[in-house]
């Protein structure tokens, strides 16, 4: 509000007219600063009421759920709804995969994870790690693909992503489905939340996608 025009209005009007002018002062630029601070924080608003399911662990840039590639796909197909068709892998896992495929027509992958290779211990980066032959099989992070071409694509999504939040952040579902628009593909840009020690993003684009990591910040996590 223009200052001018504010001290020309108190002075012209009545004493009730006054306090409503004095709020509006003293509100408006509070408001306007408080829509700045969340348009800029793209994953703020973290929630607390969701526990996540599983210990990280790994290190601090390569962190990994204790969570094992073969357990993911089973719990996934377990938690899945009658009317959703199960997963199965694109193509057979070999001991030296860190990225797995999973598909629902045996063409293209709708849900690829990273995890720790079964032969890690043989790779320089994770043979240096006291710790790997406990951490071999351990997820990465998921990502689900959000590609559609009709409405019922998109409820299949929503679907399979109720399924994986589920099973990272149990309860969050309506939570993460809300706050990332997941219902409504995103045509650009990408959204962010975070539960717990979780971290949700959904990617727009030709090719949208929900990405699903750990993401400890004070490191290491307690264990």
């Not at 924080?41 to 973290?46: E, K, T, V």
């Not at 290779?117 to 689900?144: H, M, R, T």
């Not at 399924?163 to 959204?191: M, Q, W």
Request: glycine content about 4%; overall charge neutral; charged content about 20%.
């Amino acid at each position: 509000m223009d200052r001018h025009f504010f001290f020309l209005a108190y002075l012209t009007a009545n004493k009730q007219q006054r306090r409503w002018l004095v709020i509006i002062w003293a509100v408006v630029p509070l408001l306007f600063a408080l829509a700045m601070f969340l348009t800029l924080s793209p994953y703020r608003g973290i929630s607390y009421q969701y526990q996540e399911s599983y210990p990280i662990v790994g290190t601090e840039n390569r962190q990994l759920w204790t969570l094992k590639g073969s357990e993911l796909v089973t719990l996934f197909n377990e938690n899945l709804p009658d009317t959703a068709p199960e997963l199965s892998y694109l193509h057979e896992p070999t001991p030296s995969d860190r990225q797995i495929m999973l598909t629902d027509n045996g063409k293209t992958w709708s849900i690829v994870f990273r995890q720790v290779p079964e032969d890690a211990a043989s790779i320089y980066f994770w043979s240096k790690q006291p710790e790997i032959d406990a951490w071999l099989g351990n997820v990465e992070d998921v990502k689900l693909s959000l590609y559609h071409t009709s409405a019922q694509d998109i409820l299949l999504n929503e679907q399979y992503a109720r399924c994986l939040i589920n099973i990272f952040t149990p309860g969050a579902e309506d939570y993460v489905v809300r706050r990332l628009h997941l219902s409504r593909p995103l045509t650009s840009g990408y959204k962010r939340v975070k539960t717990g020690d979780v971290l949700y993003t959904h990617k727009g684009g030709t090719s949208p996608v929900l990405i699903i990591e750990p993401d400890c910040r004070n490191w290491p996590p307690d264990r």
